[in-house]
């Protein structure tokens, strides 16, 4: 069976990765082709198609409440706890081979990640008192530490517009870093709130549910000039999971004073809410990742119930539950880099896991 299409370009062959076919005046992508040979169908075409890759090196220390997020060389996850607090890095290039970078300035928990420009950045987090410190890494995971955040705090969440990247949470108080590692204090916050979920649209980075005084269904929106902006709010109020597909943030599942949910509410370029098809089982403390046309909400739990199952959603926001499952039911944390997924981490209700689960587009 062919694994590729390719074409003459010049002299040489080139991989086709994308290709796509008038229907109804629109333009739709293919995601499979295939040519008569003897009779007989073949696949000649194969693109874009969300599969399970397996198990990568795993996470130099097993540990949970560590944060995750990616530059254009490497994903890192860092921080986190076991029995003690955890100042471990683990860097994966995007042929997903690990190096383990300078260790974070401190141990943290409950630390936030985003990125921003070359810069993977780690902030906040709590070693028993919060902290305020801002860990940097470069595309060659040189690290630095810019102006630390201007209030020490943990459970916090953090996601780039595509100018700064913005942490924001605990309190009200909101952090924004440029390129260059400048840091700004942005419009706080509507409702200062810990634990909320963070995805980007666009050039739009957007806050949305967490936990004040009760379960919050406020959404904060900060755009390139860091104006905030406050949209609809979610269906339901309470502390969710956020990732980004079609340009279309998806809030997905959690849990409030009723128990864990399904609900999947989606917001687009123009922070119009709809509500999608929910999720298949009803969880919170999921792995969100983006990656191609794809959004995966991995593993979580409901209760003293731990679960391994992934669902996608596609760029047409159609949800499908992934055949394969992560390998390990657990609560865990992700991050995307080139076109694979990364679930690494998190805790199984009886252990610390260093499993990293794999998905891939190709």
Partial sequence: MAKGMFIGVGSKARKV???????SGKARKVKKA???????????????????????????????????????????FAGGAAFDYSAATDAYN???????????SSAAAQLAA?????????GGGHN??????VNAYNLSLSKTNPTGLSVARTQLSAVSNGIYGIFAGYSDVVDAYSASLTRVLPTPLSVGRRSLAATRIGGIAVFAGGIASSYSDVVDAYNSSLTRIIPALLS????????????????AGGENSTGRLTVVDAYDVALTRTTLLPLSVAKSAMGAASVSDYAL??????????????????????????TTALSVARVTYSTSINNYALFGGGWTGSTYSNVVDVFQVS
Avoid: H, Q
């Fill in 236 to 251: 339901e109020a309470r502390f969710t999971s956020g990732a980004t597909v079609n340009n279309t943030a998806l809030f």
């Fill in 128 to 133: 028993r008192n919060p902290i305020s410190t």
């Fill in 34 to 76: 295939w040519i008569g040979v003897g009779g007989v169908a073949r696949l000649c075409f194969s693109g874009g198609e969300l599969t399970y890759y397996g198990v990568a090196t795993a996470l130099s220390a097993a540990r949970g409440s560590l944060a995750s997020a990616s530059n254009a060389a490497y994903a890192i």
């Fill in 297 to 322: 909400f991995g593993g979580g739990r409901s209760g003293k119930d731990y679960f391994n199952v992934v669902d996608v959603y596609d760029a047409s926001l159609t949800r499908a539950v992934a």
């Fill in 114 to 122: 985003t990125s921003i420009g070359d810069y993977v950045l780690f």
């Fill in 94 to 104: 995007s042929s997903l081979t690990r190096t383990i970078p300078a260790a974070l």
């Fill in 17 to 23: 990765k994308k290709v796509f076919t008038g229907v």
